[in-house]
């Protein structure tokens, strides 16, 4: 049965994009193909496509920035960046601005193919009924990926439910950030990542009254965190 989810491609290497494109239809999804970034944010938020492939180094603009502009508006849309360089800094910094995964080229088609069907599995496992779960004012449904304190809510992106719920599964307990890092993301830390501690503070601004002063998401300093529900 053709898979009929639909794929937005930003990429400007027309090359890699018609093979990209010519084997996504062959797989049976819909595809749509940007050459730009600002037209893949056009596609981004017109068409609601199911998943983004996106290339780091466009024409007009960077990877990272159309990321975190698509995050802004959709937290849930699974995306993939593309890039030639293959440090781990560049990956850390993808997964910062809201990547789901991240691919050096060059690259198989076979296994890009591969890792977004994974990514679809994950976000089906993690779309099934679950139940919210209480910190001080916030109630977090893992099921919207959504935080609610009174009358307001918030989206969140798949990582910080993912480290909400983990944190509150261990709640009481201290957390090293590599802990965080391999249990979440699935890959291991180095001296210079912050992808952790940045979710973190994502996370104290929508659910602590004031984040500056958190009494829920506590620093245990040389360690990681600790959830005090």
């Known amino acids: 049965m053709a ?5 937005l491609i930003v990429e400007d290497d027309p090359a890699l994009a018609m093979g990209l494109v010519d084997a996504l239809e062959f797989e049976g999804f819909s ?3 940007a050459k730009t970034g600002q037209e893949g944010l056009h596609h981004a938020f017109k068409s609601r496509p199911d998943a983004i492939i996106l290339d780091l180094m466009l024409p007009d603009t960077n990877g990272y920035l159309v ?5 802004s508006q959709n937290p849930l849309v699974p995306i993939i960046m593309l890039t ?3 440090q781990e800094s560049d990956k850390i910094r993808g997964l910062d601005a ?8 060059p690259f198989s088609i076979g296994e890009l193919i591969a890792r977004m069907r994974a990514i679809f599995r994950r976000v089906e496992r993690g779309n099934k009924s679950e139940t919210p ?6 109630v977090i449904d893992p099921t919207s990926q959504t935080v609610t304190i009174g009358r307001r809510k918030l989206p969140l992106s798949f990582y910080e439910t993912q480290v909400l719920k983990y944190l509150h599964e261990r709640a ?22 912050r992808t952790v501690d940045n979710c973190i ?15 829920h998401i506590l620093t245990v300093y040389g360690i990681g965190y600790k959830l005090v529900p």
């Open 201 to 215: 503070v994502k996370l104290r601004k929508k659910i602590e009254p004031r984040s500056e002063k958190p009494k």
């Open 84 to 86: 030639a360089r293959g």
């Open 67 to 71: 990321c975190e502009r698509i995050r």
């Open 172 to 193: 009481g307990q201290a957390v090293s950030r590599d802990e965080i890092l391999e249990r979440v993301w699935g890959i291991t830390s180095s001296t210079h990542n």
């Open 31 to 33: 595809v749509i193909h």
């Open 98 to 105: 809201g990547a789901d995964d991240y691919i050096t080229k």
């Open 3 to 7: 898979d009929r989810r639909r794929i």
């Open 133 to 138: 779960f209480q910190i001080g004012q916030a």
